[in-house]
T-cell receptor, first 114, second 110 residues
Framework: DTAVSQTPKYLVTQMGNDKSIKCEQNLGHDTMYWYKQDSKKFLKIMFSYNNKELIINETVPNRFSPKSPDKAHLNLHINSLELGDSAVYFC?????????????FGQGTRLTVV | RKEVEQDPGPFNVPEGATVAFNCTYSNSASQSFFWYRQDCRKEPKLLMSVYSSGNEDGRFTAQLNRASQYISLLIRDSKLSDSATYLCVVDVNYGQNFVFGPGTRLSVLP
């Protein structure tokens, strides 16, 4: 069973389009995240949700809108896609608090904007 | 200054070598510390948590020095399969924000 699954795995789309990436976790975790890994391979947090509430919203264009319909899902919608949005987007989840609570990652969505 | 910094790499070592990775973090209130491993075109996966007293898992040893805000990872008897990017990760907000270092790439050569 896949713990954190995101779809699609690959996404190629034209500039200006709107697209969504879905993420689901079956680990019963309270916290879910979206990370972006750019061409330099640097992983940077975009959003963090805890029990469906937005906790962290880093400096991300408002074209990016996360939606958490329930604790197990955190989807990412992107409007008016730009070339610079091309990257790998990783969804992750972890349980709340405690020491050494690790984050589990999905397989990533490789987004290419042409 | 970046929140989490690592050796720039890459490290190219022969099989059987011992290799050490260093990491420093800027937020003294950080709670938990980890080493993750990322293979090419794959997601990051936990290699090991880092405990205050230091911990070992087979060929891997992690150390934490809170006073110096320094974390290390030692790999002994390197295998070809150890080739990957090693990411230093710091939890700065009780499991709500994991901050990643830029990673250090390791290539173990036959």
């Amino acid at each position: 069973d896949t713990a954190v699954s995101q779809t699609p795995k690959y996404l190629v789309t034209q500039m200006g389009n709107d697209k969504s990436i879905k993420c689901e976790q079956n680990l019963g975790h309270d916290t879910m995240y979206w990370y972006k890994q750019d061409s330099k391979k640097f992983l940077k947090i975009m959003f963090s949700y805890n029990n469906k509430e937005l906790i962290i919203n880093e400096t991300v264009p408002n074209r990016f809108s996360p939606k958490s319909p329930d604790k197990a899902h955190l989807n990412l919608h992107i409007n008016s896609l730009e070339l610079g949005d091309s990257a790998v987007y990783f969804c992750a989840s972890s349980s709340q608090g405690g020491e050494n609570t690790e984050a589990f990652f999905g397989q990533g969505t490789r987004l290419t904007v042409v | 200054r970046k929140e989490v910094e690592q050796d720039p790499g890459p490290f190219n070592v022969p099989e059987g070598a011992t290799v050490a990775f260093n990491c420093t973090y800027s937020n003294s209130a950080s709670q938990s510390f980890f080493w993750y491993r990322q293979d090419c075109r794959k997601e990051p996966k936990l290699l090991m948590s880092v405990y205050s007293s230091g911990n070992e898992d087979g060929r891997f040893t992690a150390q934490l020095n809170r006073a110096s805000q320094y974390i290390s990872l030692l790999i002994r008897d390197s295998k070809l399969s150890d080739s990957a990017t090693y990411l230093c990760v710091v939890d700065v907000n009780y499991g709500q924000n994991f901050v990643f270092g830029p990673g250090t790439r390791l290539s173990v050569l036959p």
